[in-house]
Nanobody
Framework: QVQLVESGGGLVQPGGSLRLSCAASGRTFNWYSMAWFRQTPGKEREFVAAITWSGRDTNYPDSVKGRFTISRDNAKNTVYLQMDSLKPEDTAVYYC????????????????????WGQGTQVTVSS
């Protein structure tokens, strides 16, 4: 059973930066596209970023484009989310997720195609 473990969350001032990491178990990490979502109480899970299994393509919503960068190191079984110019509205629990389909080049913004999720890491942007 594949497990995903996020780390790197915390409290940061507006305008600051954080880098989240998501470490995956197993030997097939490089077969799967990965994504980051976030969620605040009472709201649906929101798409933040995704990267194909090869690392060649990425996808972001307008709300984070130009501020967040997703990347992966397949040798380390890890996907990262570099978050710069953070805003209070970025405050949320951040989750990484794995696509259910190997070698899928379609980067969905819906949580439905992702079948393995981490436990989440809290990011709080506040002065």
């Amino acid at each position: 059973q594949v497990q995903l473990v996020e780390s790197g969350g915390g409290l940061v001032q507006p305008g600051g930066s954080l880098r989240l990491s998501c470490a995956a178990s197993g030997r097939t990490f490089n077969w799967y596209s990965m994504a980051w979502f976030r969620q605040t109480p009472g709201k649906e899970r929101e798409f933040v970023a995704a990267i194909t299994w090869s690392g060649r393509d990425t996808n972001y919503p307008d709300s984070v484009k130009g501020r967040f960068t997703i990347s992966r190191d397949n040798a380390k079984n890890t996907v990262y989310l570099q978050m710069d110019s953070l805003k209070p509205e970025d405050t949320a629990v951040y989750y990484c997720a794995r696509d259910r389909t190997p070698f899928d080049n379609v980067l969905s913004t819906s949580p439905l195609p992702y079948d393995v999720w981490g436990q989440g890491t809290q990011v709080t942007v506040s002065s």
